[in-house]
């Protein structure tokens, strides 16, 4: 046998691997071009009351833009935030990562672990639980309620792999 060919009892083979991040529809060029727009129209409309002699108007104009790209800020600073989530068959690791970069990390045993979903008969799934001896984990909140059920269909499937075991099948 050669060393290409050593079966190694310890690694592990990857049952499942996701990064999920939080959906944002607008890019910075995007966000660069609407600004734009919004202070033309704002200038233009504030200009247009301190003609008219409402010049107070005019700064309220100012405010507003600045309320507008301190909330995109916000949600770019947000857009930062992920999770990561690998299943082997010995092993369920969620890697929670914030915007400010502080990370949380769960080492969970798949033989116990259970999806558990809170669905609602309008909107679909709104949250997923992985749940392990009384610990609740969430999982996949910033995503859509379709994402969430494709995210759970598929993370079930992982999960219950990893319960049938390791199957080795060597190449002859």
Do not use: C
Not at 101 to 106: A, K, R
Not at 144 to 153: H, Q, T
Request: no cysteine.
């Amino acid at each position: 046998m050669t060393a290409g060919n050593d079966f190694d009892p310890e690694a592990q083979p990857e049952l499942f691997s996701a990064l999920l991040t939080p959906h944002r529809s607008l890019n910075r060029t995007g966000f660069l071009v609407l600004m734009g727009f919004l202070s033309v129209v704002s200038f233009a409309a504030g200009l247009a009351f301190l003609l008219m002699g409402a010049w107070p108007v005019f700064g309220f104009f100012g405010l507003d833009i600045l309320v507008i790209y301190w909330a995109f800020r916000i949600n770019f600073r947000d857009a930062k935030a992920s999770e990561e989530i690998s299943v082997t068959p010995s092993e369920l690791r969620v890697r929670r990562i914030s915007h400010r970069g502080h990370v949380v990390e769960w080492v969970l045993n798949p033989l116990w672990v259970r999806l558990d979903q809170k669905t609602h008969a309008e909107f679909g799934i709104e949250r997923l639980y992985l749940v392990s001896r009384g610990r609740h984990v969430s999982v996949g909140s910033f995503l859509g309620p379709d994402e969430k059920a494709s995210f759970a269909k598929a993370l079930m499937a992982a999960l219950q792999s990893a319960k049938r075991g390791i199957t080795y099948n060597p190449v002859t």
